[in-house]
């Protein structure tokens, strides 16, 4: 089956970076497109960065240029690259697959952006 194991969140200052990382497995990892989201406190999910099956790469506005959606298809595991953090930034991220009809998320990792 499908399972998505997030790892890499924790405390950062702003300004600082944190890389997440996504075990993937139960699929062939890099035939589907994946996502990263993330939940803040008080506020819905929203999509932050997403990988298609090609490479291409695209990023919610408000972390372009500071965050960074690859992958390591040897691994299988999905990354997000996060710099110059800010404290809007402090969320849960979760990484996510839509396979064969059905939305599969990992169990999520926090991220704490303070001074």
């Known amino acids: 089956q499908v399972e998505l194991v997030e790892s890499g969140g924790g405390l950062a200052q702003p300004g600082g970076s944190l890389t997440l990382s996504c075990a993937a497995s139960?699929?062939?990892?890099?035939?589907?497109?994946m996502s990263w989201f993330r939940r803040a406190p008080g506020k819905e999910r929203e999509l932050v960065a997403t990988?298609?099956?090609?490479?291409?790469?695209n990023y919610e506005d408000a972390v372009k240029g500071r965050f960074t959606i690859s992958r390591d298809m040897a691994k299988s595991i999905l990354f997000l690259q996060m710099n110059s953090l800010k404290p809007d930034d402090t969320a849960v991220y979760y990484c996510?697959?839509?396979?064969?009809?059905?939305?599969?998320w990992g169990q999520g990792t926090q991220v704490t952006v303070s001074s």
């Open positions: 996510y697959v839509r396979y064969v009809l059905s939305d599969f």
């Open positions: 139960g699929f062939v990892f890099g035939r589907y497109r």
């Open positions: 990988i298609t099956s090609d490479g291409d790469t």
